[in-house]
């Protein structure tokens, strides 16, 4: 069973930073991308960044120079940084495994198969 966990979302003021922990088991971690989304209520969830297995990158562009993606196999764990936060990346932040094994970054769920429950990132003007 594929598990993913979040950790390290809360309160925040603008300009400042946080940084996401997505904890996984149950897959091979090493052998697939990952991915950030974010659901701000009443809107769609969105692609935030993504990351391949060999730590190719890639970013929504309102995110771009302000959050960093990357992973640690070792640990099966990959991060988000956030730093000059705005009140606009204020949304539940989800962390999600590819569900294909190959070398890859998507910005589509249906990409994904497994999905964390979410943590929430708030961020006060």
């Known amino acids: 069973q594929v598990q993913l966990v979040e950790s390290g979302g809360g309160l925040v003021q603008a300009g400042g930073s946080l940084r996401l922990s997505c904890a996984a088991s149950?897959?091979?971690?090493?052998?697939?991308?990952m991915g950030w989304f974010r659901q701000a209520p009443g809107k769609e969830r969105e692609f935030v960044a993504a990351?391949?297995?060999?730590?190719?990158?890639y970013y929504t562009d309102s995110v771009k120079g302000r959050f960093t993606i990357s992973r640690d196999n070792a640990k099966a764990t990959v991060y988000l940084q956030m730093n000059s936060l705005k009140p606009d990346d204020t949304a539940v932040y989800f962390c999600?495994?590819?569900?294909?094994?190959?070398?890859?970054?998507?910005?589509?769920?249906?990409?994904?198969?497994?999905w964390g429950q979410g943590t929430q990132v708030t961020v006060s003007s």
């Open positions: 149950g897959r091979t971690f090493s052998r697939y991308g």
């Open positions: 999600a495994v590819q569900r294909l094994s190959y070398d890859s970054m998507s910005r589509l769920r249906g990409a994904y198969d497994y």
């Open positions: 990351i391949s297995w060999s730590s190719s990158r």
